[in-house]
């Protein structure tokens, strides 16, 4: 201050202010004796990535995630890479390698084929820029495709990262992280991690911390808020806890996320619900007050996550995932949308609507009001609308029906939909069991298991009958030799073949020789 008046008294010109510039932290390399790491847990073709990288002359590390988990002594599902190698670079130095992303552009290296295919994600390190520097356009991703090309950086007027292709070095690339613990960078040749802002402290204190001011970075990119609630369940298990500064402003930045694609925030979704944590994801967003407001669909698994189908579609679901089996979106969502399919159905039925049209009028009405306009949603239909159409036909056990069930591509799907079911009392465990041994028998003890249903079927029949007033007993004979069947049946039958059941037309006996008819034959 007394510089400023004496250089006043003096006539000079006052300074121009000093830019506070961020704090990129400062590199500490930690050694193996300290962090721990297993180096038998990093998988092979990571390592083969960064080696290629560091073999021609760039920097290249594990970065993210998975050094969270291998601090944790887990073993990462997914393996990212982060090297000062531009897109184009890395793309020169493997044979299987795409460019891909116009947001953040990245480079998918893909090893092997069909199932055994495995993609190491490849990202160049980023410069940290001040969004106030950085191009402004009007809209979102969607909207502003025109004003977005070919720039590197740009925000929208919320602040909201729409570009950021800006290539820096490493510091730099570490704050513009979310997380402490996911801003850590490990070379697997020499087993250093370098930590820039405290994430091995973090992750021994087992807190989850926001670098930076956390409003600003939920501003930046306001996927963050949902990201925060995927780790905080996640590692829910191992003690972390959200700290508190990074949890405060969640419910404030919420409605940031209306901004955000519908695509974007639907595969967001996706990760809470299939990554193996979706009780504990339900939880944390009841905990943390965004059980409304993130995304559609997510609002109606809030709601029925109390629901006994829903809720044991969301445990089986955590149960695959971690026996290392496959998950479908289709069948999580099938089950959470379930009720509303059986209520338009049911409702439809009560108008008199015929049984296969009313059931699919009800999957339309549901797919309008539910699903919205996401990527992907004609395949993700079609498997829900494959899932919901099979439950009727389990019904019927007896001809052609159960060989043809058993051949469907999705009837694993449908079959576990069902077993479901059955778990909760919406049909008969009976069924669920009836199914199971078919599906697994030999042709023989199918035979028997189509025999048995038949008989069991025959028996049911005989004491409605018995136990019917006898005005329905012929009502139902009648119905019987005309081919009239349940809704249900009715159901089954079309979904097989179009059509309802045709009546059945009493064959005549041809006259034998002599004027005397003649069995089996026609007249």
């Given amino acids: 201050m007394i510089k400023n008046i004496i250089d006043k008294l ?62 944790l002594g887990l073993r990462p599902k997914d393996f990212d890479v982060a090297t000062n190698a531009t897109p184009e670079q890395v793309k020169n130095l493997f044979r299987r390698a795409f460019i891909i992303g116009k947001r953040f552009r990245i480079v998918h290296v893909v090893y092997g084929r069909g199932r055994e295919n495995e993609v190491i994600e490849v990202s160049t390190f980023r410069a940290f820029l001040d969004n106030s520097a950085a191009e402004q356009v009007s ?6 495709k025109a004003q977005l090309a070919g720039m590197k950086h740009a925000v929208d007027a919320s602040g909201r990262v729409l570009r950021d292709n800006v290539w820096g070095p ?55 808020i949902i990201r925060a609630v995927r780790f905080a369940a996640k590692l829910h298990e191992k003690g972390f806890k959200l700290e508190a500064k990074t949890a405060k402003p969640l419910v404030e930045c919420e409605p940031l996320l209306h901004e955000v694609p519908q695509s974007r925030l639907f595969d967001e979704m996706l990760k809470l619900l299939q990554t193996g944590h979706a009780i504990a994801s339900v939880k944390q967003l009841q905990e943390l007050g965004l059980s409304r407001g993130i995304y559609p669909l997510l609002d109606v698994v809030m709601e029925r996550a109390d629901h006994p189908f829903v809720q044991a579609a969301l445990m089986d679901t955590d149960r695959r995932v971690a026996e290392g089996k496959p998950v479908a979106p289709s069948f ?61 036909r389990f019904e019927k056990r007896t001809g052609a029906t159960p060989y043809s069930m058993v051949a469907q591509p999705r009837f694993r799907a449908g079959f576990d939909f069902m077993r479901l079911r059955a778990d909760i009392g919406e049909v008969e465990e009976s069924m669920a069991s009836w199914w199971q041994e078919f599906s697994q028998a030999d042709d023989a003890r199918r035979d028997d298991l189509i025999a048995q249903a038949r008989d069991e079927q025959r028996a049911r029949q005989r004491s409605q009958q018995q136990a019917a007033p006898k005005v329905h007993r012929v009502a139902k ?23 309802a059941p045709k009546k059945r037309r009493r064959r005549r006996r041809k006259p034998a020789a002599g004027g005397a008819p003649a069995a089996g034959g026609n007249e």
């Fill in 10 to 71: 003096l006539g000079k010109a006052p300074a121009a202010p000093r830019s506070r510039k961020p704090k990129f932290g400062k590199r500490d390399e930690v050694a193996v004796q300290v962090h721990g790491i297993d180096p038998n847990l990093v998988d092979r073709r990571a390592i083969d990535v960064v080696q290629t990288l560091k073999r021609s002359g760039f920097e290249a590390y594990i970065v993210g995630g998975a050094v969270r988990d291998l601090l």
């Fill in 139 to 144: 809209g979102n991703e969607r909207t502003s």
């Fill in 477 to 499: 004979k009648k119905a019987e030799a005309e081919g009239d069947s349940s809704p249900l049946d009715q159901v089954a039958g079309e979904a097989e073949g179009g059509e």
């Fill in 332 to 392: 999580l969502l099938a089950c959470v949308l379930w009720q509303d399919v059986k209520a338009g159905w049911e409702k439809r039925l009560g108008k008199g609507y015929h049984p296969f049209p009313a059931l699919q009028e009800s999957i339309d009405e549901v797919f309008d009001q539910r699903i919205g306009d996401v990527s992907g949603r004609g395949k993700l239909a079609a498997d829900m609308r494959e899932i919901w159409v099979m439950q009727p």
């Fill in 170 to 224: 490493q510091d730099q690339d570490a704050t513009r992280r979310d997380f402490t613990i996911n801003a850590m960078y490990y070379d697997p040749e020499t087993q250093i991690v370098v930590d820039y802002h405290g994430g091995i402290a973090d992750a021994k204190k087992k807190v989850l911390r926001m670098i930076g001011d956390p409003a600003t970075r939920y501003r930046e990119d306001p996927v963050r």
